[in-house]
């Protein structure tokens, strides 16, 4: 395994008395590791994205191992398994295919060239020119790491006075990444959705379509989730034929995968895939409305082990809503009750305390807590959030941090 602090499939893996794991990592990675002594061998690297290190660790590894298996389970690993796969001749998802989910600037030029709608894109190769390709491209525009995931480090660009902002070598840009970004043509975006499906011999097994609360850019700051759509509606079949086709496109055969979709004016528009499950609340609706288990089944691609399992709707409309965190310490949380009233609520993760001190990039599945839903319809869900919302407030201490800091 090649990981940062992805913890889904260690915990897995460990458990599994067939499984052996050599874990490369980094060094600052490691607290979020509680039993490294139950793996075969733990190696540290200065980064997990630069190929020839991880290459050479793994080279040093042979000399004790033989690896069955090359798995990658986060955006910073899934390319350099997908080297390790290709180098090594080891079955799973070689490195072309890898590199394209995870570099957004390859996965539109492959989504381009099969017809498929995104938007107008302009890649800044430095940082020194940022400003320049920015002014090249016009405005509006969006502007984000070619490498990244989690909605973080993501700007919205309207005027001058934002270009020159973000190309300051200590503005909010540059502080967190380095080049290359890429640039985008800001879309109206009218709704916003996600498809998470099954991917086997390169068919798409399974499909769930889901619809964000709100588009994910305005919704920073404020709670946020999505419900899955009933599987029956123009809507949800829609979105399906979308996801069959940048599968297709992708050159993807085994994995599970995670898509965003935008509803513009103009028609549908396809915003980004992953090769791997999505995150927030998505693994546990989906899980709860049909049974999918995303991160087993991802961990069963990724060892290339039979999958033999169908769907078993559940009664209902599955949804998520989490609850923002913004920079600062802590001062009161609701209780573990705020929603015991509300049957509608069939679990609450409450993911923050007193104390706590927030800071640094924050992405968008970064919470204070997050609430599982199930109601009868998609009707009943707008005043129920409603609701949620105004229920879960967390409270900070004077003079909070600035939203850089």
Known sequence: MVNRRRQELVT?????????????????????????????????????????????????????????????????????????????????????????????????ARLNRAGLPVARRTLAPQDGSVADFLRRHGLPAVIKPVWGDGAANVHVVRDETDVTELSRPNGPLLRHDTAPFLIEDFVEVKEEYHCDGLVLGGEVRFAAVSKYTNSLLRAKGSAWGSYVLPEHIDEAKELAAVHRDVVRAMGLTDSVTHLEVFRTPDGLVVGEIACRPGGAGIPMTLERAYGFDLWEHFLATELGYPLDWTPEPANGVFAYLMFPVRPGTVARVPGPDVFADLPQVEQLDITVKPGDRISGLLYSTSKAGMALVRVGSVGELPPLFATLEERFVVEYAEGALGADQ
């Open 12 to 108: 897995r893996i460990l458990k599994d008395p067939g499984l052996r794991l050599s874990l490369i990592t980094e060094e600052n990675c490691l607290p979020s590791y509680a039993d490294t002594a139950a793996m075969a061998s733990v190696t540290l690297v200065d980064d997990v994205q630069n190929l020839d290190s991880v290459r050479r660790a793994t080279l040093k590894l042979l000399d004790r191992f033989t690896f069955d298996a090359i798995v990658g389970p986060a955006e910073s690993s899934i390319p350099t398994a997908g080297y390790l796969r290709s180098y090594l001749g080891l079955p799973g998802i070689p490195f072309d295919v890898a590199h394209a989910f995870c570099n957004k600037n390859a996965m539109k």
